[in-house]
Protein backbone atom coordinates (compact mmCIF):
# COMPACT_ATOMS: atom_id res chain seq x y z
CA UNK A 1 0.00 0.00 0.00
CA UNK A 2 2.99 2.57 0.63
CA UNK A 3 4.53 1.50 -2.34
CA UNK A 4 1.72 2.44 -4.26
CA UNK A 5 0.99 5.35 -2.64
CA UNK A 6 4.93 6.96 -3.22
CA UNK A 7 4.71 5.93 -6.65
CA UNK A 8 1.27 7.35 -6.93
CA UNK A 9 2.71 10.27 -6.13
CA UNK A 10 5.48 10.24 -8.85
CA UNK A 11 3.42 9.70 -11.28
CA UNK A 12 -0.57 9.33 -11.61
CA UNK A 13 -0.38 7.59 -14.64
CA UNK A 14 1.00 4.68 -12.96
CA UNK A 15 -1.31 4.75 -10.06
CA UNK A 16 -3.72 3.90 -12.78
CA UNK A 17 -1.75 1.35 -13.51
CA UNK A 18 -1.49 -0.10 -10.39
CA UNK A 19 -4.71 0.06 -8.39
CA UNK A 20 -6.81 -2.51 -9.46
CA UNK A 21 -10.36 -1.69 -11.46
CA UNK A 22 -11.84 -4.21 -10.16
CA UNK A 23 -11.59 -6.92 -7.30
CA UNK A 24 -13.54 -9.07 -4.78
CA UNK A 25 -13.05 -10.14 -1.19
CA UNK A 26 -14.44 -13.53 0.00
CA UNK A 27 -17.05 -14.03 -2.88
CA UNK A 28 -19.16 -16.75 -2.03
CA UNK A 29 -22.26 -17.93 -4.61
CA UNK A 30 -25.15 -20.23 -3.60
CA UNK A 31 -27.07 -21.88 -5.70
CA UNK A 32 -30.04 -22.76 -4.17
CA UNK A 33 -27.99 -25.08 -1.11
CA UNK A 34 -25.21 -25.88 -3.23
CA UNK A 35 -22.76 -23.89 -2.35
CA UNK A 36 -21.02 -23.44 -5.73
CA UNK A 37 -18.16 -20.81 -4.89
CA UNK A 38 -16.05 -20.67 -1.84
CA UNK A 39 -14.33 -17.01 -0.43
CA UNK A 40 -12.80 -16.11 -3.69
CA UNK A 41 -10.48 -12.72 -3.47
CA UNK A 42 -8.87 -11.51 -6.87
CA UNK A 43 -7.69 -8.33 -8.01
CA UNK A 44 -7.88 -7.16 -12.01
CA UNK A 45 -5.59 -4.15 -13.75
CA UNK A 46 -6.31 -2.43 -16.27
CA UNK A 47 -4.18 -3.49 -19.45
CA UNK A 48 -3.75 -7.14 -18.09
CA UNK A 49 -5.46 -10.27 -19.19
CA UNK A 50 -6.35 -12.59 -16.51
CA UNK A 51 -7.25 -16.21 -17.26
CA UNK A 52 -9.13 -18.47 -15.34
CA UNK A 53 -8.53 -21.78 -15.47
CA UNK A 54 -9.86 -25.15 -13.83
CA UNK A 55 -11.92 -28.15 -14.54
CA UNK A 56 -15.62 -28.08 -15.76
CA UNK A 57 -18.14 -27.34 -12.68
CA UNK A 58 -15.21 -25.47 -10.89
CA UNK A 59 -16.52 -22.39 -10.29
CA UNK A 60 -14.56 -20.26 -12.46
CA UNK A 61 -17.53 -19.02 -15.41
CA UNK A 62 -19.71 -18.72 -11.79
CA UNK A 63 -16.80 -16.34 -10.57
CA UNK A 64 -17.27 -14.29 -14.10
CA UNK A 65 -20.84 -13.96 -13.54
CA UNK A 66 -20.59 -12.73 -10.54
CA UNK A 67 -18.14 -9.44 -11.42
CA UNK A 68 -21.13 -8.11 -13.55
CA UNK A 69 -23.79 -9.55 -11.41
CA UNK A 70 -25.37 -11.74 -14.14
CA UNK A 71 -26.05 -14.06 -11.79
CA UNK A 72 -28.26 -12.23 -10.04
CA UNK A 73 -30.90 -12.70 -13.32
CA UNK A 74 -30.70 -16.61 -12.34
CA UNK A 75 -33.26 -17.84 -9.54
CA UNK A 76 -32.31 -18.86 -6.07
CA UNK A 77 -28.68 -18.06 -6.83
CA UNK A 78 -26.90 -15.89 -3.90
CA UNK A 79 -24.15 -14.03 -3.89
CA UNK A 80 -21.97 -12.76 -0.82
CA UNK A 81 -18.45 -11.15 -0.36
CA UNK A 82 -17.59 -7.59 -1.76
CA UNK A 83 -16.77 -6.64 -5.50
CA UNK A 84 -15.36 -3.62 -5.54
CA UNK A 85 -15.30 -2.10 -9.03
CA UNK A 86 -14.18 1.72 -9.07
CA UNK A 87 -13.75 1.76 -5.90
CA UNK A 88 -17.55 0.90 -4.93
CA UNK A 89 -18.97 -2.43 -3.63
CA UNK A 90 -21.40 -3.40 -6.62
CA UNK A 91 -22.94 -6.13 -4.34
CA UNK A 92 -25.42 -4.65 -3.00
CA UNK A 93 -29.43 -4.13 -3.64
CA UNK A 94 -28.94 -0.71 -5.07
CA UNK A 95 -26.45 -1.13 -7.06
CA UNK A 96 -27.32 0.21 -10.71
CA UNK A 97 -26.94 -3.20 -12.87
CA UNK A 98 -27.77 -1.05 -16.09
CA UNK A 99 -25.00 1.33 -15.09
CA UNK A 100 -22.56 -1.22 -14.42
CA UNK A 101 -22.88 -3.59 -17.08
CA UNK A 102 -22.62 -1.06 -19.77
CA UNK A 103 -19.03 0.09 -18.40
CA UNK A 104 -18.56 -4.21 -18.09
CA UNK A 105 -18.84 -6.31 -20.97
CA UNK A 106 -19.39 -9.96 -21.28
CA UNK A 107 -18.95 -12.02 -24.30
CA UNK A 108 -20.41 -15.47 -24.56
CA UNK A 109 -19.43 -19.19 -25.32
CA UNK A 110 -21.85 -19.64 -28.04
CA UNK A 111 -21.54 -16.46 -30.52
CA UNK A 112 -24.74 -14.51 -30.27
CA UNK A 113 -25.44 -11.97 -32.56
CA UNK A 114 -29.15 -10.44 -32.63
CA UNK A 115 -31.63 -11.17 -35.81
CA UNK A 116 -30.33 -7.85 -36.87
CA UNK A 117 -27.70 -6.20 -39.72
CA UNK A 118 -24.39 -5.80 -38.77
CA UNK A 119 -25.11 -2.14 -38.04
CA UNK A 120 -28.09 -2.48 -35.70
CA UNK A 121 -26.06 -5.18 -33.83
CA UNK A 122 -23.39 -2.47 -32.80
CA UNK A 123 -25.93 0.51 -32.58
CA UNK A 124 -28.59 -1.18 -30.53
CA UNK A 125 -27.62 -1.11 -27.18
CA UNK A 126 -25.82 2.48 -27.26
CA UNK A 127 -29.48 3.58 -28.92
CA UNK A 128 -30.84 2.06 -25.76
CA UNK A 129 -28.74 4.02 -23.65
CA UNK A 130 -29.76 7.47 -25.16
CA UNK A 131 -27.25 8.16 -27.78
CA UNK A 132 -29.72 8.08 -30.74
CA UNK A 133 -27.05 11.03 -32.88
CA UNK A 134 -27.48 9.36 -36.55
CA UNK A 135 -23.60 10.56 -36.76
CA UNK A 136 -21.70 9.41 -33.51
CA UNK A 137 -23.81 6.16 -34.16
CA UNK A 138 -22.14 5.57 -37.78
CA UNK A 139 -18.27 6.29 -36.14
CA UNK A 140 -19.30 4.05 -32.92
CA UNK A 141 -20.10 1.15 -34.98
CA UNK A 142 -17.07 1.93 -37.25
CA UNK A 143 -14.86 2.17 -34.90
CA UNK A 144 -16.16 -0.41 -33.08
CA UNK A 145 -15.77 -2.80 -35.81
CA UNK A 146 -11.96 -1.87 -36.19
CA UNK A 147 -11.59 -2.38 -32.66
CA UNK A 148 -12.65 -6.06 -33.54
CA UNK A 149 -10.55 -6.35 -36.45
CA UNK A 150 -14.08 -7.34 -38.41
CA UNK A 151 -14.17 -3.75 -40.18
CA UNK A 152 -12.48 -4.75 -43.56
CA UNK A 153 -14.65 -7.96 -43.96
CA UNK A 154 -17.85 -6.49 -43.23
CA UNK A 155 -17.53 -2.26 -44.10
CA UNK A 156 -19.94 -3.12 -47.47
CA UNK A 157 -22.71 -4.98 -45.96
CA UNK A 158 -23.63 -3.38 -42.92
CA UNK A 159 -26.84 -3.85 -43.52
CA UNK A 160 -26.88 -7.53 -43.74
CA UNK A 161 -28.27 -9.57 -40.96
CA UNK A 162 -25.57 -10.46 -38.64
CA UNK A 163 -26.72 -13.99 -38.40
CA UNK A 164 -25.43 -14.47 -42.12
CA UNK A 165 -21.66 -14.16 -40.68
CA UNK A 166 -19.31 -17.18 -39.87
CA UNK A 167 -19.12 -17.90 -36.24
CA UNK A 168 -15.58 -16.28 -35.80
CA UNK A 169 -16.76 -13.53 -37.68
CA UNK A 170 -20.12 -13.08 -35.01
CA UNK A 171 -17.82 -13.54 -32.25
CA UNK A 172 -15.66 -10.82 -33.34
CA UNK A 173 -19.01 -8.79 -34.06
CA UNK A 174 -19.98 -9.90 -30.26
CA UNK A 175 -16.58 -8.49 -29.20
CA UNK A 176 -17.44 -5.06 -31.28
CA UNK A 177 -20.97 -4.71 -29.62
CA UNK A 178 -19.42 -5.02 -26.24
CA UNK A 179 -16.32 -2.71 -27.33
CA UNK A 180 -19.45 -0.10 -28.25
CA UNK A 181 -20.40 0.63 -24.82
CA UNK A 182 -16.48 1.74 -24.03
CA UNK A 183 -16.49 -0.78 -21.22
CA UNK A 184 -13.01 -1.26 -19.05
CA UNK A 185 -13.67 -4.41 -18.10
CA UNK A 186 -14.54 -7.12 -20.63
CA UNK A 187 -15.55 -10.76 -19.48
CA UNK A 188 -15.39 -13.36 -22.12
CA UNK A 189 -16.72 -17.12 -20.72
CA UNK A 190 -14.91 -19.63 -22.95
CA UNK A 191 -15.19 -17.65 -26.28
CA UNK A 192 -13.10 -19.69 -28.47
CA UNK A 193 -14.90 -23.23 -27.44
CA UNK A 194 -17.38 -22.54 -30.36
CA UNK A 195 -14.91 -21.82 -33.23
CA UNK A 196 -12.36 -22.96 -36.02
CA UNK A 197 -8.64 -23.16 -35.20
CA UNK A 198 -8.21 -20.45 -37.45
CA UNK A 199 -10.67 -18.00 -35.72
CA UNK A 200 -9.49 -18.88 -32.35
CA UNK A 201 -6.40 -17.52 -33.34
CA UNK A 202 -8.12 -14.24 -34.48
CA UNK A 203 -10.03 -13.74 -30.97
CA UNK A 204 -6.99 -14.31 -29.19
CA UNK A 205 -5.21 -11.55 -31.30
CA UNK A 206 -7.81 -9.33 -30.57
CA UNK A 207 -7.65 -9.84 -27.20
CA UNK A 208 -4.63 -8.03 -26.70
CA UNK A 209 -5.20 -4.55 -28.61
CA UNK A 210 -8.11 -4.57 -26.20
CA UNK A 211 -6.65 -4.89 -23.58
CA UNK A 212 -5.09 -1.59 -23.57
CA UNK A 213 -6.76 0.49 -21.33
CA UNK A 214 -9.27 -2.27 -19.82
CA UNK A 215 -8.76 -5.03 -17.84
CA UNK A 216 -9.81 -8.55 -19.45
CA UNK A 217 -11.01 -11.83 -18.01
CA UNK A 218 -11.32 -14.70 -19.88
CA UNK A 219 -12.43 -18.08 -19.00
CA UNK A 220 -11.00 -20.61 -20.68
CA UNK A 221 -10.32 -24.79 -20.74
CA UNK A 222 -7.17 -24.49 -22.87
CA UNK A 223 -4.60 -24.21 -20.79
CA UNK A 224 -2.37 -23.58 -24.51
CA UNK A 225 -4.67 -20.49 -25.12
CA UNK A 226 -3.92 -18.75 -20.76
CA UNK A 227 -0.21 -19.51 -21.51
CA UNK A 228 -0.73 -17.56 -24.99
CA UNK A 229 -2.81 -14.79 -24.16
CA UNK A 230 -3.39 -13.81 -20.26
CA UNK A 231 -0.44 -12.47 -17.83
CA UNK A 232 -2.40 -13.73 -14.87
CA UNK A 233 -4.11 -16.79 -14.31
CA UNK A 234 -6.12 -17.62 -11.96
CA UNK A 235 -7.08 -21.82 -10.93
CA UNK A 236 -10.03 -22.74 -9.25
CA UNK A 237 -10.89 -26.02 -8.44
CA UNK A 238 -13.94 -27.74 -6.67
CA UNK A 239 -15.69 -24.14 -5.94
CA UNK A 240 -12.47 -22.76 -4.96
CA UNK A 241 -9.67 -20.06 -5.52
CA UNK A 242 -6.82 -22.62 -5.35
CA UNK A 243 -4.10 -20.20 -6.66
CA UNK A 244 -2.98 -17.23 -8.72
CA UNK A 245 -0.08 -15.51 -10.09
CA UNK A 246 1.84 -14.90 -12.93
CA UNK A 247 1.04 -16.66 -15.48
CA UNK A 248 4.90 -18.13 -16.22
CA UNK A 249 4.61 -18.84 -12.69
CA UNK A 250 1.21 -20.52 -12.62
CA UNK A 251 2.56 -23.15 -15.34
CA UNK A 252 6.09 -23.48 -14.98
CA UNK A 253 6.28 -23.73 -11.32
CA UNK A 254 2.92 -24.32 -9.72
CA UNK A 255 3.35 -24.01 -5.54
CA UNK A 256 -0.07 -26.23 -4.97
CA UNK A 257 -0.41 -29.78 -5.43
CA UNK A 258 -3.70 -29.64 -6.90
CA UNK A 259 -2.71 -27.17 -9.58
CA UNK A 260 0.35 -29.26 -10.21
CA UNK A 261 -2.02 -32.46 -10.51
CA UNK A 262 -4.19 -30.99 -12.99
CA UNK A 263 -1.13 -29.28 -15.38
CA UNK A 264 -0.08 -32.91 -15.55
CA UNK A 265 -3.69 -34.03 -16.56
CA UNK A 266 -3.80 -36.47 -14.07
CA UNK A 267 -7.71 -35.34 -13.75
CA UNK A 268 -9.73 -32.66 -16.06
CA UNK B 1 -25.67 -58.69 -47.26
CA UNK B 2 -24.41 -61.93 -48.75
CA UNK B 3 -20.69 -61.13 -46.79
CA UNK B 4 -23.02 -61.41 -43.49
CA UNK B 5 -24.14 -64.67 -44.63
CA UNK B 6 -20.55 -66.06 -45.29
CA UNK B 7 -18.89 -64.73 -42.37
CA UNK B 8 -18.72 -67.40 -39.15
CA UNK B 9 -21.07 -66.25 -37.09
CA UNK B 10 -19.81 -66.50 -33.27
CA UNK B 11 -19.71 -63.28 -31.87
CA UNK B 12 -19.86 -61.53 -35.23
CA UNK B 13 -19.51 -57.81 -34.56
CA UNK B 14 -22.02 -57.25 -37.39
CA UNK B 15 -24.73 -59.24 -36.24
CA UNK B 16 -27.81 -57.01 -34.87
CA UNK B 17 -27.69 -57.08 -31.42
CA UNK B 18 -31.31 -57.18 -30.86
CA UNK B 19 -31.40 -60.39 -33.31
CA UNK B 20 -28.37 -62.43 -31.42
CA UNK B 21 -29.71 -61.45 -27.79
CA UNK B 22 -33.29 -63.46 -28.80
CA UNK B 23 -31.62 -66.37 -29.52
CA UNK B 24 -28.47 -66.52 -27.64
CA UNK B 25 -28.22 -70.07 -27.67
CA UNK B 26 -26.89 -70.21 -31.55
CA UNK B 27 -23.39 -71.55 -31.13
CA UNK B 28 -22.92 -74.20 -33.73
CA UNK B 29 -21.30 -72.73 -36.85
CA UNK B 30 -22.48 -74.88 -39.63
CA UNK B 31 -26.01 -74.81 -38.44
CA UNK B 32 -25.56 -70.99 -37.82
CA UNK B 33 -25.58 -69.99 -41.34
CA UNK B 34 -29.33 -71.15 -41.89
CA UNK B 35 -30.02 -69.70 -38.53
CA UNK B 36 -29.02 -66.12 -39.24
CA UNK B 37 -30.64 -66.15 -42.69
CA UNK B 38 -34.01 -67.04 -41.36
CA UNK B 39 -33.29 -64.32 -38.56
CA UNK B 40 -32.59 -61.78 -41.57
CA UNK B 41 -35.84 -62.55 -43.54
CA UNK B 42 -37.57 -62.39 -40.34
CA UNK B 43 -36.47 -58.65 -39.52
CA UNK B 44 -36.85 -57.88 -42.96
CA UNK B 45 -40.10 -59.09 -43.18
CA UNK B 46 -41.24 -57.15 -40.01
CA UNK B 47 -39.19 -53.92 -41.66
CA UNK B 48 -41.67 -54.48 -44.49
CA UNK B 49 -44.82 -55.09 -42.46
CA UNK B 50 -44.59 -52.02 -40.37
CA UNK B 51 -43.16 -49.66 -43.54
CA UNK B 52 -46.96 -51.36 -45.68
CA UNK B 53 -48.94 -50.36 -41.96
CA UNK B 54 -48.20 -46.99 -41.44
CA UNK B 55 -48.01 -45.92 -44.88
CA UNK B 56 -51.08 -47.22 -45.19
CA UNK B 57 -52.25 -45.28 -42.33
CA UNK B 58 -50.86 -42.11 -43.39
CA UNK B 59 -52.35 -42.58 -47.05
CA UNK B 60 -55.32 -43.06 -45.41
CA UNK B 61 -55.35 -39.87 -43.55
CA UNK B 62 -54.33 -38.29 -46.71
CA UNK B 63 -57.55 -39.57 -48.60
CA UNK B 64 -59.31 -38.79 -46.27
CA UNK B 65 -58.35 -34.46 -46.60
CA UNK B 66 -58.64 -35.09 -50.23
CA UNK B 67 -61.85 -37.03 -50.52
CA UNK B 68 -63.44 -34.09 -48.29
CA UNK B 69 -61.99 -31.26 -49.93
CA UNK B 70 -62.94 -32.57 -53.19
CA UNK B 71 -66.41 -33.26 -51.86
CA UNK B 72 -67.12 -29.96 -50.90
CA UNK B 73 -65.26 -28.03 -53.56
CA UNK B 74 -67.21 -30.52 -56.27
CA UNK B 75 -70.82 -29.67 -54.48
CA UNK B 76 -69.99 -26.23 -53.57
CA UNK B 77 -68.36 -25.12 -56.90
CA UNK B 78 -71.50 -24.65 -59.08
CA UNK B 79 -73.16 -22.31 -56.13
CA UNK B 80 -69.77 -20.59 -56.13
CA UNK B 81 -69.16 -19.48 -59.65
CA UNK B 82 -73.12 -18.32 -59.96
CA UNK B 83 -72.79 -14.57 -60.65
CA UNK B 84 -73.75 -12.68 -57.00
CA UNK B 85 -73.09 -15.31 -54.84
CA UNK B 86 -70.15 -13.59 -53.43
CA UNK B 87 -71.77 -10.14 -54.18
CA UNK B 88 -75.40 -10.23 -53.33
CA UNK B 89 -76.96 -10.80 -50.17
CA UNK B 90 -79.08 -13.55 -48.86
CA UNK B 91 -82.59 -13.95 -49.43
CA UNK B 92 -85.76 -14.97 -47.06
CA UNK B 93 -85.27 -18.58 -45.90
CA UNK B 94 -82.17 -18.37 -47.88
CA UNK B 95 -83.39 -19.98 -50.76
CA UNK B 96 -81.65 -17.33 -52.83
CA UNK B 97 -79.33 -14.81 -53.37
CA UNK B 98 -75.44 -15.05 -52.09
CA UNK B 99 -73.62 -14.60 -49.07
CA UNK B 100 -72.04 -10.92 -49.52
CA UNK B 101 -73.01 -9.98 -46.17
CA UNK B 102 -71.62 -13.09 -44.36
CA UNK B 103 -68.39 -13.04 -46.13
CA UNK B 104 -68.08 -9.36 -45.25
CA UNK B 105 -69.32 -10.29 -41.19
CA UNK B 106 -67.02 -13.12 -40.77
CA UNK B 107 -64.09 -10.23 -41.65
CA UNK B 108 -65.15 -7.89 -40.07
CA UNK B 109 -65.26 -10.16 -36.99
CA UNK B 110 -62.56 -11.96 -37.33
CA UNK B 111 -60.53 -8.61 -37.60
CA UNK B 112 -61.96 -7.08 -34.60
CA UNK B 113 -61.27 -10.22 -32.58
CA UNK B 114 -57.76 -10.14 -33.48
CA UNK B 115 -57.30 -6.20 -32.37
CA UNK B 116 -58.82 -7.19 -29.07
CA UNK B 117 -56.91 -10.61 -28.55
CA UNK B 118 -53.63 -9.74 -29.80
CA UNK B 119 -52.23 -7.26 -27.60
CA UNK B 120 -53.58 -8.89 -24.75
CA UNK B 121 -52.01 -12.73 -25.92
CA UNK B 122 -48.69 -11.13 -26.44
CA UNK B 123 -48.83 -9.12 -23.17
CA UNK B 124 -50.32 -12.16 -21.73
CA UNK B 125 -47.15 -14.22 -23.22
CA UNK B 126 -44.59 -12.27 -22.19
CA UNK B 127 -45.60 -12.23 -18.57
CA UNK B 128 -44.99 -15.99 -18.70
CA UNK B 129 -42.43 -16.32 -20.87
CA UNK B 130 -39.93 -13.26 -19.61
CA UNK B 131 -41.15 -11.73 -16.35
CA UNK B 132 -43.16 -14.30 -14.35
CA UNK B 133 -40.69 -16.19 -11.72
CA UNK B 134 -41.16 -19.82 -11.59
CA UNK B 135 -43.78 -20.44 -8.82
CA UNK B 136 -47.05 -20.51 -7.92
CA UNK B 137 -48.16 -17.39 -9.87
CA UNK B 138 -46.91 -19.21 -13.23
CA UNK B 139 -48.50 -22.81 -12.49
CA UNK B 140 -51.83 -20.67 -11.90
CA UNK B 141 -51.61 -18.60 -14.80
CA UNK B 142 -50.67 -21.32 -17.06
CA UNK B 143 -53.51 -23.52 -15.68
CA UNK B 144 -55.72 -20.34 -16.26
CA UNK B 145 -54.76 -20.44 -19.97
CA UNK B 146 -55.12 -24.30 -20.20
CA UNK B 147 -58.77 -24.13 -18.92
CA UNK B 148 -60.02 -21.12 -20.76
CA UNK B 149 -58.50 -23.62 -23.95
CA UNK B 150 -60.32 -26.32 -23.20
CA UNK B 151 -64.22 -24.74 -22.46
CA UNK B 152 -66.37 -25.86 -25.09
CA UNK B 153 -66.95 -23.19 -27.41
CA UNK B 154 -70.74 -23.01 -26.99
CA UNK B 155 -70.31 -22.34 -23.25
CA UNK B 156 -68.29 -19.53 -24.16
CA UNK B 157 -71.05 -18.22 -26.18
CA UNK B 158 -73.53 -19.08 -23.84
CA UNK B 159 -71.37 -17.02 -21.25
CA UNK B 160 -70.82 -14.32 -23.98
CA UNK B 161 -74.36 -14.05 -24.24
CA UNK B 162 -75.18 -13.69 -20.48
CA UNK B 163 -72.59 -11.21 -19.64
CA UNK B 164 -72.06 -9.06 -22.70
CA UNK B 165 -75.28 -9.17 -24.89
CA UNK B 166 -77.62 -9.32 -21.78
CA UNK B 167 -75.31 -7.63 -18.99
CA UNK B 168 -74.06 -4.89 -20.63
CA UNK B 169 -76.90 -4.56 -22.78
CA UNK B 170 -74.96 -4.90 -25.80
CA UNK B 171 -77.66 -7.41 -27.40
CA UNK B 172 -76.78 -9.40 -30.46
CA UNK B 173 -74.32 -7.77 -32.04
CA UNK B 174 -70.49 -8.03 -33.90
CA UNK B 175 -68.85 -6.57 -30.60
CA UNK B 176 -70.45 -9.30 -28.47
CA UNK B 177 -69.08 -11.82 -31.25
CA UNK B 178 -65.78 -10.57 -31.61
CA UNK B 179 -65.89 -10.66 -27.15
CA UNK B 180 -67.00 -14.13 -27.24
CA UNK B 181 -64.28 -15.37 -30.00
CA UNK B 182 -61.32 -13.08 -27.98
CA UNK B 183 -62.11 -15.51 -24.88
CA UNK B 184 -61.88 -18.60 -26.97
CA UNK B 185 -58.75 -17.42 -28.80
CA UNK B 186 -56.76 -16.02 -26.44
CA UNK B 187 -55.74 -19.25 -25.05
CA UNK B 188 -54.39 -20.70 -28.34
CA UNK B 189 -52.40 -17.22 -29.15
CA UNK B 190 -50.87 -16.96 -25.91
CA UNK B 191 -49.83 -20.76 -26.13
CA UNK B 192 -48.57 -19.77 -29.59
CA UNK B 193 -46.72 -16.85 -28.33
CA UNK B 194 -45.45 -18.38 -25.17
CA UNK B 195 -43.99 -21.24 -27.51
CA UNK B 196 -42.62 -18.87 -29.97
CA UNK B 197 -40.76 -16.65 -26.99
CA UNK B 198 -39.35 -19.78 -25.48
CA UNK B 199 -37.60 -20.92 -28.70
CA UNK B 200 -35.66 -17.96 -28.82
CA UNK B 201 -32.36 -19.33 -27.27
CA UNK B 202 -31.24 -18.06 -23.74
CA UNK B 203 -28.35 -16.59 -25.05
CA UNK B 204 -30.10 -13.56 -26.48
CA UNK B 205 -31.24 -12.48 -23.31
CA UNK B 206 -28.21 -13.28 -21.80
CA UNK B 207 -26.94 -10.87 -24.19
CA UNK B 208 -29.10 -7.80 -23.55
CA UNK B 209 -28.91 -7.91 -19.90
CA UNK B 210 -25.01 -8.21 -20.11
CA UNK B 211 -25.38 -4.98 -22.33
CA UNK B 212 -26.99 -3.12 -19.39
CA UNK B 213 -30.73 -3.31 -21.21
CA UNK B 214 -33.60 -3.75 -18.94
CA UNK B 215 -35.92 -7.02 -19.51
CA UNK B 216 -38.61 -4.72 -21.58
CA UNK B 217 -35.82 -3.46 -23.97
CA UNK B 218 -34.74 -7.05 -24.29
CA UNK B 219 -38.47 -8.05 -25.05
CA UNK B 220 -39.37 -5.04 -27.43
CA UNK B 221 -36.39 -5.10 -29.58
CA UNK B 222 -34.87 -8.63 -29.38
CA UNK B 223 -37.21 -11.35 -28.07
CA UNK B 224 -40.80 -10.37 -29.55
CA UNK B 225 -39.04 -9.60 -33.17
CA UNK B 226 -37.20 -12.48 -32.95
CA UNK B 227 -39.87 -14.89 -32.25
CA UNK B 228 -41.96 -12.89 -34.96
CA UNK B 229 -42.36 -15.39 -37.38
CA UNK B 230 -43.55 -18.16 -35.38
CA UNK B 231 -45.92 -15.22 -33.66
CA UNK B 232 -47.30 -14.29 -36.80
CA UNK B 233 -48.00 -17.60 -38.08
CA UNK B 234 -49.99 -18.61 -34.71
CA UNK B 235 -51.91 -15.47 -35.07
CA UNK B 236 -52.88 -16.29 -39.11
CA UNK B 237 -53.16 -20.08 -37.74
CA UNK B 238 -55.84 -18.92 -34.93
CA UNK B 239 -57.41 -17.01 -37.30
CA UNK B 240 -58.15 -19.57 -39.78
CA UNK B 241 -60.33 -21.45 -36.59
CA UNK B 242 -61.51 -18.44 -35.34
CA UNK B 243 -62.71 -17.43 -38.76
CA UNK B 244 -64.70 -20.85 -39.25
CA UNK B 245 -66.12 -20.91 -35.39
CA UNK B 246 -69.90 -21.04 -35.09
CA UNK B 247 -71.19 -22.19 -31.85
CA UNK B 248 -69.52 -19.11 -29.88
CA UNK B 249 -71.24 -16.84 -32.26
CA UNK B 250 -74.66 -18.28 -32.26
CA UNK B 251 -75.80 -16.28 -28.75
CA UNK B 252 -73.46 -13.36 -29.03
CA UNK B 253 -73.15 -11.89 -32.55
CA UNK B 254 -76.71 -13.43 -33.68
CA UNK B 255 -77.94 -15.08 -36.41
CA UNK B 256 -78.80 -12.56 -38.64
CA UNK B 257 -77.47 -9.48 -40.66
CA UNK B 258 -79.40 -6.30 -41.23
CA UNK B 259 -81.36 -6.55 -44.35
CA UNK B 260 -79.52 -3.55 -46.09
CA UNK B 261 -76.13 -2.58 -45.18
CA UNK B 262 -74.42 0.90 -46.02
CA UNK B 263 -70.25 0.13 -46.36
CA UNK B 264 -70.09 3.67 -47.58
CA UNK B 265 -71.60 5.46 -44.11
CA UNK B 266 -68.77 5.49 -41.38
CA UNK B 267 -71.37 6.88 -38.99
CA UNK B 268 -70.33 4.52 -36.52
CA UNK B 269 -74.02 4.70 -34.53
CA UNK B 270 -76.01 4.03 -37.78
CA UNK B 271 -77.90 0.68 -37.76
CA UNK B 272 -76.97 0.12 -41.33
CA UNK B 273 -73.78 1.27 -41.49
CA UNK B 274 -71.64 -1.54 -42.23
CA UNK B 275 -69.11 -0.30 -39.54
CA UNK B 276 -71.49 -0.06 -36.40
CA UNK B 277 -70.13 -3.05 -34.64
CA UNK B 278 -73.75 -2.87 -32.10
CA UNK B 279 -75.42 -4.05 -35.24
CA UNK B 280 -76.26 -7.97 -35.48
CA UNK B 281 -74.06 -9.82 -38.19
CA UNK B 282 -73.59 -13.38 -39.27
CA UNK B 283 -71.02 -15.08 -40.25
CA UNK B 284 -70.41 -17.69 -43.01
CA UNK B 285 -69.99 -20.65 -40.50
CA UNK B 286 -73.31 -20.06 -38.51
CA UNK B 287 -74.64 -19.13 -41.68
CA UNK B 288 -74.62 -22.38 -42.94
CA UNK B 289 -76.09 -23.60 -39.46
CA UNK B 290 -78.72 -21.76 -40.04
CA UNK B 291 -79.35 -22.60 -43.77
CA UNK B 292 -79.21 -26.02 -43.38
CA UNK B 293 -82.18 -26.03 -41.43
CA UNK B 294 -84.50 -24.83 -44.08
CA UNK B 295 -84.24 -28.02 -46.17
CA UNK B 296 -85.55 -26.60 -49.68
CA UNK B 297 -83.23 -27.78 -52.14
CA UNK B 298 -81.97 -24.52 -53.21
CA UNK B 299 -81.23 -23.99 -49.36
CA UNK B 300 -78.75 -27.05 -50.08
CA UNK B 301 -76.83 -25.53 -52.83
CA UNK B 302 -76.54 -22.42 -51.12
CA UNK B 303 -75.23 -24.53 -48.09
CA UNK B 304 -72.88 -25.84 -50.19
CA UNK B 305 -71.28 -23.17 -51.59
CA UNK B 306 -70.70 -21.35 -48.11
CA UNK B 307 -69.01 -24.38 -46.68
CA UNK B 308 -66.58 -24.29 -49.89
CA UNK B 309 -66.11 -20.65 -49.31
CA UNK B 310 -65.49 -21.16 -45.83
CA UNK B 311 -63.38 -23.64 -46.24
CA UNK B 312 -61.33 -22.04 -49.51
CA UNK B 313 -60.77 -18.74 -46.64
CA UNK B 314 -59.63 -21.17 -44.15
CA UNK B 315 -56.85 -23.34 -46.67
CA UNK B 316 -55.65 -19.83 -47.59
CA UNK B 317 -55.29 -18.90 -43.88
CA UNK B 318 -52.77 -21.96 -43.75
CA UNK B 319 -51.03 -20.84 -46.34
CA UNK B 320 -50.79 -17.68 -45.66
CA UNK B 321 -49.70 -18.16 -42.16
CA UNK B 322 -46.73 -20.74 -44.04
CA UNK B 323 -45.18 -17.85 -46.09
CA UNK B 324 -45.43 -14.99 -43.96
CA UNK B 325 -43.92 -16.86 -41.62
CA UNK B 326 -41.51 -17.88 -43.36
CA UNK B 327 -40.87 -14.68 -45.41
CA UNK B 328 -40.50 -13.04 -41.93
CA UNK B 329 -37.22 -15.49 -41.15
CA UNK B 330 -35.91 -15.04 -43.82
CA UNK B 331 -35.64 -11.26 -43.35
CA UNK B 332 -34.73 -11.82 -39.99
CA UNK B 333 -31.87 -14.12 -40.38
CA UNK B 334 -30.98 -12.64 -44.22
CA UNK B 335 -30.32 -16.08 -45.37
Known amino acids: MIETLEQSVASPALEELKAPVLYTKDVNVWYGDHHALQDTSLDFHKGEITALIGPSGCGKSTYLRCLNLMNREIQGCQITGEIFYREHDINTPEEDLYELRKSIGMVFQQPNPFPKTIYENIAFAPRCHGQRNKATLDELVEESLRG????DEVKDKLNKSAQALSG??????CIARALALKPDVILLDEPCSALDPISTLAIEELMHSIAAGRAIIIVTHNMEQATRVSNRTAFFYMGEMVETGETEQIFNAPKSQRLNDYLSGRFS | MAETTETPAVG????DPSITSASPSVVDPRADAAERERLRRRAVNQDKFATGVLTAIIGLVLLIVVAMVAYILIEGAYTLVQPGFLTERSRAN???????YQLFDSFYLLFLTLIISVPISLGGAIFMVEYAPNGPVKRIASTAVETLSSLPSIVVGMFGFLVFSVGFGWKYSIISGAVALTMFNIPILVRAIQQALEDVPQAQR???????LTRWEATVHVLV???MSAIVTGVVLSAGRVFGEAAALLFTSGMSSPVSLNFLSFGFTSPSSAWNIFRPGESLAVHI????????????????????LLMICVLIFNVVARLAGRALSRKVTGV
Open chain 2, 206 to 212: DACLAMG
Open chain 2, 12 to 15: GPDI
Open chain 2, 94 to 100: GTAGGVA
Open chain 1, 168 to 173: GQQQRL
Open chain 1, 148 to 151: AALW
Open chain 2, 225 to 227: PSA
Open chain 2, 289 to 308: YKIYGEGSPEAQQIVWGTAA
